[in-house]
RNA sequence: AGGCCUACAAACCGU
């Protein structure tokens, strides 16, 4: 039981959907999972939400025959990290018994969401908020650039994880005050593999390679994440041998590893090398389908554009936007505004200015003032 | 009865 167990869990980290459906056909089918209570279902409920499928989750959750706190937990956090979060509210009101981690799934789900106000009212109103909760909070807070608050949050805890620590070193590289967090990094009693890697991100996403060199060659541990960081460090300054080698030297690769080895590819031109990868990788995600598009679409091949849209499992605002690009790229600004004005089912700012900027560049200044004007959302 | 499995920090996509 505890290898089935093993696998459950192998299968949601590695976020492989395939994989997922065929180990809950053979443990549903021989009804293994009826015999050990809530255990087998819970963890298929959790493996399918980090598989993307929220709706797969609800199916063993209705069907599982004992349900305990931890179910119910599990289930609205399916729902939270799908985005779904109207559905996590319903299931919530529903709850049974709630305790501190469902509140806290719904606080952490609502920031992400860009929900902060939300988010904050909630945590205010917990009964028993713990070293979690308050960590969540502060990483919302330290997430949207509200340092102030991230700080007082920060100087108001009793007690504190590495967590806490480690979610105050992203968002500084992210407002240019690399400097800051190194400092940071340099006075924290308590740091991990995380906290190290966070800080190689930081100096990657800063523009510091150097620093991203000289970081990774001292940390006493790395692992996958690492090494993924370092791939894209690598191809952000357009050292595809050295980002090819980190890959081929990896000894475990998950899902974004192999996008952004694709994304490198892609990135610096090298678009077949990009395809031959990408049609390699174990399992997807929406992100490198995406990728190749995007990629397509910027290289003026409009036909492998269409392809990847048509062919990738679902699409998102992100698939429609490189469309609308990939039109504009030939000229044919009848059809990306056609995308945006009719085909999207989700449309954004970005897409929009997308559009504007597409008219703008061209000189089009009638067309760009026109989509201004009945732009639904502007910014 | 208790334990186990759930919530927090690092990497991938569009103007």
């Not at 395939?18 to 009804?31: E, K, M, S």
């Not at 063993?60 to 025959?65: E, S």
């Not at 060199?213 to 460090?233: G, K, R, W």
Request: aromatic fraction near 10%; charge should be negative; glycine fraction near 4%.
């Amino acid at each position: 039981i505890e290898h089935l167990a093993r696998l459950i869990r192998s299968c949601g980290n590695a976020r492989d959907l395939r994989q997922a459906q065929r180990l809950n056909c053979a443990i549903h089918g021989r009804g293994i999972d009826r015999r050990h209570g809530s255990y087998l279902s819970n963890l298929l409920v959790e493996m399918y939400g980090k598989c993307g499928s929220a709706a797969d989750s609800f199916a063993v959750f209705q069907r599982a025959r004992d349900r305990n706190l931890y179910s119910w937990n599990m289930m609205l956090q399916a729902f939270a990290v799908n985005g779904d979060l109207s559905s996590a509210k319903n299931l919530f009101d529903r709850m049974p018994q709630k305790d501190v981690v469902s509140w806290t799934a719904i606080m952490a789900a609502l920031a992400a969401n860009g929900r902060l106000n939300e988010a904050s009212l909630l945590f205010d109103s917990l009964p028993c908020p713990n070293l979690v909760s308050r960590n969540v909070m502060l990483a919302a807070y330290a997430k949207a650039g509200h340092l102030e608050s991230a700080w007082k949050a920060f100087n108001a805890m009793g007690e504190r994880s590495v967590a806490s620590w480690t979610s105050m070193i992203q968002p500084l590289a992210e407002l240019g005050k690399v400097e800051v967090a190194q400092q940071i990094y340099d006075r924290t009693p308590m740091w991990n593999v995380i906290t190290s890697t966070s800080m190689l991100a930081a100096y990657t996403q800063s523009g510091n390679f150097d620093m991203a060199l000289e970081a990774f060659d001292s940390m006493p541990e790395i692992n996958v994440v690492t090494c993924t960081v370092m791939i894209s460090c690598y191809a952000a300054c357009f050292q595809i041998e050295e980002a090819l080698k980190v890959f081929d030297s990896m000894l475990e690769r998950n899902v974004v590893t192999w996008t952004e080895m694709v994304h490198a590819y892609a990135d610096l031109g090298h678009l077949e090398e990009a395809k031959l990868l990408f049609y390699q990788m174990p399992c997807w995600t929406l992100v490198p389908w995406n990728v190749m598009l995007l990629a397509y679409a910027m290289a003026g091949h409009l036909e492998d554009a269409k392809l990847m849209f048509e062919t990738s499992p679902s699409r998102s605002v992100f698939s429609w936007t490189a469309m609308i690009q990939a039109y504009s790229c030939r000229g044919d600004f009848a059809q990306a505004e056609d995308i945006l004005l009719c085909k999207i089912p989700m449309m954004d700012v970005v897409a929009a200015n997308t559009m504007l900027a597409t008219y703008t560049l061209a000189g089009c200044t009638d067309k760009a003032e026109r989509l201004f004007e009945t732009m639904p959302v502007r910014d």
